[in-house]
Nanobody, 123 residues
Framework: VQLQAYGGGLVQAGDSLRLSCAAS????????MGWFRQAPGKEREFVAA????????LYADSVKGRFTISRDNAKNTVYLQMNSLKPEDTAVYYC?????????????????WGQGTLVTVSS
């Protein structure tokens, strides 16, 4: 599956933003999907994940209660709703897909990656 994330931008602290990740191919509904981010000078880190059926979601502690991952298999799209944004959320955000196994947060467990979208949160 090919992935393309979009929806990033420059916002102020406390604002909300919704990222989208569009997938091509007919097998999207069979993929667990995840969002990851990489801040300048830091390693890429897990943000959130959702199972193919949407019955399981996972979140990093740093975004729990502020971010919500969801998907629409009919539209081949996964979303990341980000509320109460903080300057430390500034990063390039990537979506990724995992075809087999359980929904997890490990970066190495995902086999399809899209190009990222930049989110900048000003204080």
């Amino acid at each position: 599956v090919q992935l393309q994330a979009y929806g990033g931008g420059l916002v102020q602290a406390g604002d909300s933003l919704r990222l989208s990740c569009a997938a091509s191919g007919s097998t999207f509904s069979r993929y667990h999907m995840g969002w990851f981010r990489q801040a300048p000078g830091k390693e890429r880190e897990f943000v959130a994940a959702i199972s193919w059926s949407s019955d399981t979601t996972l979140y990093a502690d740093s975004v729990k209660g502020r971010f919500t991952i969801s998907r629409d298999n009919a539209k081949n799209t996964v979303y990341l709703q980000m509320n109460s944004l903080k300057p430390e959320d500034t990063a390039v955000y990537y979506c990724a897909g995992r075809r087999f196994g359980a929904v997890v947060g490990g970066i190495g467990e995902y086999d399809s990656w899209g190009q990222g979208t930049l989110v900048t949160v000003s204080s």
